[in-house]
T-cell receptor, first 109, second 117 residues
């Protein structure tokens, strides 16, 4: 079952914050986050492994609640370069990788 | 260092033909995965290979096959092409090893855009 992301799309002004959620109906053991710009390949952002773990990279951070089978990606003080489609990813079984439904984010000047 | 390289960049085929797509992983990476991405959707997992062995397979028909070579490069083969096979095919590499998928990032190539006429 594909993880469901919300919102499906969001438009921001530069400097605004956004939260992207990823929810799974199956147990999550790790969550990966990627960003894909139009016409380009997905780019790795971060991996969260433990329940309740939080990670950050500059102004992008994420949390992972293993019990709730959810992860959230936080983008603070958004920049134009943050525009793109964000995907969460997880592993089903041992070696079957599944991407979430995706969230299109556009940052306006 | 070179990233993941895929060839060709673009390809046009007709229904019923077969196609071979190639991928070279990042140096030192032993695991290669293949994905199909249809416009407007997320990547769909096709295969994962590690040390020349198939480790995982997605929900794709037997027309799709792949292999990994001793130098860790990989090929994806698709037979009897259908219009619905038109998509961007992405290759991703990772270090590989125990628990590889849980804790290792995947590094994607720029993809091969396949168009079926």
């Amino acid at each position: 079952q594909q993880p469901v992301q919300s919102p499906q799309a969001v438009i921001l002004r530069e400097g605004e914050d956004a939260v992207i959620n990823c929810s799974s109906s199956k147990a999550l053991y790790s969550v990966h986050w990627y960003r894909q710009k139009h016409g380009e390949a997905p780019v790795f952002l971060m991996i969260l492994l433990k329940g309740g773990e939080q990670k950050g990279h500059e102004k992008i951070s994420a949390s992972f609640n293993e019990k709730k089978q959810q992860s959230s990606l936080y983008l603070t003080a958004s920049q134009l370069s943050y525009s793109g489609t964000y995907f969460c990813g997880t592993v089903s079984g041992t070696y079957k990788y599944i991407f979430g439904t995706g969230t299109r984010l556009k940052v306006l000047a | 260092d070179a990233g993941v390289t895929q060839s060709p960049t673009h390809l046009i085929k007709t229904r019923g033909q077969h196609v071979t797509l190639r991928c070279s992983p990042i140096s030192g990476h032993k695991s290669v995965s293949w994905y199909q991405q249809v416009l407007g959707q997320g990547p769909q997992f096709i295969f994962q290979y590690y040390e020349k062995e198939e480790r995982g397979r997605g929900n794709f028909p037997d027309r799709f096959s792949a292999r990994q070579f001793p130098n860790y490069s990989s090929e994806l083969n698709v037979n009897a092409l259908l219009l619905g096979d038109s998509a961007l095919y992405l290759c991703a590499s990772s270090l590989g090893g125990t628990g590889q998928n849980l804790g290792q990032p995947q590094h994607f190539g720029d993809g091969t855009r396949l168009s079926i006429l």
